[in-house]
């Protein structure tokens, strides 16, 4: 059965590992649904969060190709159940937002954005959560006519259960 699968690394911060890694999900034809790269907490060591829509077992195949790239330290795969991850939207909707009280009340209130920016043509909202929650958000902007930008980042994670042990084995 095909689902989500968000598979993390950590990998030397050095040219062409994106590449790399990147290129394992080409040569499989799966589309990559998200990307996010960022510095880990520990120094020189990035962090390469992908996700995508496969089974399990090519997941797993992907998983142990990456295990077998020189500067990736550690690579595993979770399903969004069982690890900490969020979105972050920017959303630039119409100034008009702010002069109806239920929208702006509902954008602010209950689907928990923040405004970030406001000028007389638009109004820059910030929120953060699952892509669903964010898609929600953004297909109600659209279908009211007041959705004039979007963007969205990649899974941004945290481990339940840290391998640091592990990582810092492999640097050394």
Known sequence: MEREYIVVANVNNQISVLNRI????????INIESLNVSESYIKGISTVVISAITSTDVTQKIVNQLDNIIDVY???????????YKELALYKVDSRILTDKKESAFLLTESHGRIMEISKDYVVIEKSGTRSELEKLRDRLDIKGLLAGYSRSGNVVLHREENITNILQKVS
Do not use: N
């Open 22 to 29: 990147t290129s394992v999900y080409l040569k499989r034809h």
């Open 74 to 84: 550690s690579v595993d795969f979770y399903l969004p159940e069982d690890i900490i």
